[in-house]
């Protein structure tokens, strides 16, 4: 859908607000996806938020994104953007363009945190700004 942006989130983001408030925040994936679509209303675009525990599943979700000619991705890929061989190929394999989001900066946590698997293939990353960070991809989707 044109003018639509995927919002793909990974595995444990299903309980954000509840899981670790102290890194995650307190807003819960649901809050997230409101400020989305209110912010998205006012620019014209559309929200299709997601979250799966698993793997397949997000790489899927990058080929729909493509099939269906969306704007943007915002991916918060969780644990996985840090095993994840299959989504990076997923990212690189298309062309709509992706930002990798974390709502905590991964560089200032466990060292197995340091490295991206999506980064590299990613138009863009933003980390360690909370909920705000997914804004702010949303912005930098809708403004190209």
């Known amino acids: 859908m044109a ?4 919002v793909l989130n990974g595995p444990n983001l299903n309980l954000l607000g509840t899981r670790e408030p ?3 925040g307190s807003q819960t994936l649901d809050d997230i996806a409101a400020l989305l679509d209110d912010r998205a209303r006012e620019m014209g675009l559309a929200i299709e938020l997601r979250q799966s525990n698993h793997e397949g599943h997000l790489v899927d979700w990058l080929h729909e994104a493509q099939a269906e000619g969306a704007a943007g991705v915002i991916l918060n890929a969780g644990a996985l953007t840090h095993t994840s061989v299959a989504l990076h190929d997923a990212v690189k394999a298309i062309q709509t363009p992706v ?3 974390h709502l905590s900066n991964p560089h200032a946590r466990e060292a197995f945190r340091h490295h991206s ?8 990353v933003i980390c ?5 960070g997914y804004l702010l991809a949303l912005e930098a989707l809708a403004h190209g």
């Not at 360690?128 to 705000?132: F, H």
């Open 99 to 101: 930002i990798e989001v």
């Open 128 to 132: 360690g700004l909370g909920a705000r």
């Open 3 to 6: 003018g639509t942006i995927y």
């Open 117 to 124: 698997f999506i980064s590299a293939v990613a138009r863009g």
């Open 22 to 24: 102290e890194i995650y």
